[in-house]
């Protein structure tokens, strides 16, 4: 029995069944060294790599200069690809690896004035832009240190669940709980303090209109 139409192709909720088999064929090309495989399996996830990077990175450049890292490493560990089908898994956790480490190292390399400079530069130069909501999430999300900040990233940026964040991570799942909610609760204080101090500054420009 066929399918006429694309759309009636069985699925379960992650795409057809087809394109499912076709990921893994690819990614079991992949990790047996076939580079074509490789490529076209990759390509399949810049989209999300680029969002993870970019989130962590806070940079266009260097969020696509990790995704190149990467996929380099990628490439040359494939051999260790033991499950094919965790392709998309196995790909993101060497790019969060690659992510903290270089994180790390620019923190023990920049000075503390650099550290601020660039956390500036990565908010535009339009002082009005650090006003708009996407901002003062960023600001906040600065606070958490490395491990909370993923787990915020890959949760609510990619919609993972807490299974799946634990999985890619390689920590129990109640870790990642306990590191989700830590975050969370440094996010709201950082965001009532933040609303507070806009609130403030409304309340003296107001004042001095009046006068």
């Known amino acids: 029995m066929g399918y006429s139409d694309q759309n009636e192709r069985p699925t379960d909720g992650y795409g057809t069944i ?3 088999n076709d990921e893994l064929e690819l990614a079991l ?8 495989a490789f490529l076209r399996r990759t390509d399949m996830e810049k989209e999300k790599l680029y969002a993870i990077a970019y989130s962590y990175m806070r940079s266009e450049g260097d969020a696509l200069e990790m ?6 490493r990628a490439w040359q560990k494939r051999r260790s690809l033991r499950e094919p089908r965790y392709y998309s898994t196995w790909l993101v956790r060497i790019l969060i690896r690659i992510c903290m480490d270089s994180s790390r190292k620019r923190k023990r390399e920049l000075p503390l004035g650099d550290r601020t400079a660039a956390k500036s530069q990565s908010y535009g130069m339009d002082p009005a832009g650090m006003l708009t909501d996407r901002m003062v999430i960023e600001k906040a999300l600065d606070q958490l240190n490395e491990q909370e900040r993923m787990v915020v990233v890959l949760k609510y940026y990619r ?3 807490l299974s799946d964040i634990a999985m890619l991570l390689e920590k129990p799942l109640g870790t990642v709980k306990t590191r989700l909610h830590k975050a969370l609760v440094k996010l709201r204080i950082e965001l009532d303090e933040d609303g507070k101090e806009e609130g403030g500054f409304h309340e003296k420009s107001q004042r001095s209109r009046k006068r």
């Open 18 to 20: 087809d394109e499912q």
């Open 67 to 72: 995704v190149q890292e990467a996929v380099c």
């Open 159 to 161: 919609d993972l669940t």
């Open 29 to 36: 090309a992949a990790s047996r060294g076939n580079e074509e």
